[in-house]
């Protein structure tokens, strides 16, 4: 919320809201859910906004930091300390290409590579991915 101008601004759309309802209606939107549900473009978890909804079809929203940016700038984003960081915290594994290695981070296991689809469906690691999550 901007608190000078009592209004909220969606980041995606750039749409300014005035009223809580305002925020409703515009999260059900036709164009909002478009956004929300485009494809990303890479593993840095940056999707293009929709071109129907911007004059300017050339803004990008990162979905890790909630920045919205142009796109000569995501080159500088993706490179940021704190993206990095936040793209690091965010994934549930981590592979050390060198020897085929991947580590869970949700349970602290390293494990060969190919192994990592089982081990996503043990009980153990579905109970410790919900303790996370509480």
Same mark, same amino acid.
């Given at each position: ?8 601004? *969606?980041?995606? *759309?750039g749409d300014w809201l005035n009223t809580e309802? /305002? ?8 164009? @909002? +859910?478009? #956004? ?6 890479? &593993?840095?978890?940056?999707?293009k906004i929709d071109a129907e909804i911007q004059?300017?079809?050339? =803004?990008?929203?990162? %979905?890790? *930091? #909630?920045? !919205?940016? @142009?796109?000569?700038?995501? /080159?500088?984003? %993706?490179?940021?300390? /704190?993206? +990095? ?6 994934? %549930? ?12 981070? %949700? ?8 192994? =990592?689809?089982? @081990?996503? &469906? !043990? &009980? ?5 991915? #919900?303790?996370?999550?509480?």
């Amino acid at each position: 919320m901007y608190p000078k101008y009592k209004k909220w601004r *969606c980041l995606l *759309c750039g749409d300014w809201l005035n009223t809580e309802a /305002d925020i409703v209606t515009h999260c059900q939107n036709r164009n @909002h +859910i478009k #956004n929300i549900t485009g494809p990303l473009r890479d &593993k840095q978890c940056i999707r293009k906004i929709d071109a129907e909804i911007q004059a300017n079809n050339d =803004f990008y929203h990162c %979905i890790i *930091c #909630n920045k !919205r940016m @142009h796109e000569a700038l995501i /080159d500088y984003h %993706i490179v940021a300390e /704190d993206h +990095i960081m936040r793209v690091e915290q965010s994934l %549930i594994y981590k592979m050390d290409p060198t020897c085929y290695s991947i580590t869970c981070r %949700i349970c602290e296991l390293s494990m060969y590579v190919y192994n =990592f689809a089982s @081990h996503e &469906k !043990r &009980k153990e690691h579905l109970m410790n991915l #919900n303790i996370r999550r509480a």
